[in-house]
Structure formats: structure tokens, C-alpha cells
């Protein structure tokens, strides 16, 4: 079991970039699958991006592709979502969230193969 807290959102301009991290807490955070999911006002949560246990595998929406890089250190069990040329469509509460723990390096789309979740961070890309 994991425990995750999110940091770095705040208010940028458009164009500006932005990285957020997202650090667990609990044992083995190799063995998970780590996710960012975003939620606009009145919008459901959407997939961002996913980074395999191993980092070798990744995965992005394609609204953020070629703009947002997610990464991860395990020696310090953070994972990371670089965030550039920001538009105010990017504007949402950003989740991470892990999957696990397993063996297999893979990387994982669905919210519903989440387990654990951090609280949000706010990111506000203002035009």
C-alpha cells in the first residue's frame, strides 16, 4: 500500500510550464504502475499520462502529447509530469495515482485499474 501527495500545480500563463510531483509513501514503489489524471470543472476525470514500474514504458492522452513528459525517480519514490506550452485547457485538479504492486512493467489508461490516489494538486493556466 502506498500513500500519495501531490505538489507543484499554482497559476501560470498560457504558454508557461509547470512540473508536478507526486511522492509516495509505504514500501516497494517500484512494483507500481503510476498514473496523472486531470478534472475540469464539471468534467469527469480524464487520463493524462502513465509511466511503467520500471519507467521504460509510457503512455499520454493525446491532448498533451508532445507538450507533457511524465518521468519517475524510484530512488526517491516520486514521479514526475512536466507540463509545457500550458494552454488554459489544461486548467483542472491533477491526480496522481498508482497501480499495484506487481511485476510486470506495464502501463495502464483506465481510472477504475487505480488503486490509490493522491488528494489533487490545482493547476489554473490563465490566457
Known amino acids: 500500500q502506498v500513500q500519495l501527495e501531490e505538489s507543484g500545480g499554482g497559476l501560470v500563463q498560457a504558454g508557461g510550464s509547470l512540473r508536478l510531483s507526486c511522492t509516495a509513501s509505504?514500501?516497494?514503489?517500484?512494483?507500481?504502475?503510476m498514473g496523472w489524471f486531470r478534472q475540469a470543472p464539471g468534467k469527469e476525470r480524464e487520463f493524462v499520462a502513465a509511466?511503467?514500474?520500471?519507467?521504460?514504458?509510457?503512455g499520454y492522452a493525446d491532448s498533451v502529447k508532445g507538450r507533457h513528459t511524465i518521468s519517475r525517480d524510484n530512488a526517491k519514490n516520486t514521479v514526475y509530469l512536466q507540463m509545457n506550452s500550458l494552454t488554459p485547457e489544461d486548467t483542472a485538479v491533477y491526480y496522481c495515482?498508482?497501480?499495484?504492486?506487481?511485476?510486470?512493467?506495464?502501463?495502464?489508461?483506465?481510472?477504475?485499474?487505480?488503486?490509490?490516489w493522491g488528494q489533487g494538486t490545482q493547476v489554473t493556466v490563465s490566457s
Open positions: 495515482a498508482g497501480d499495484g504492486p506487481y511485476y510486470i512493467d506495464y502501463v495502464t489508461t483506465q481510472p477504475s485499474t487505480y488503486e490509490y
Open positions: 509505504g514500501r516497494a514503489f517500484d512494483r507500481y504502475s
Open positions: 509511466v511503467s514500474r520500471s519507467g521504460g514504458r509510457t
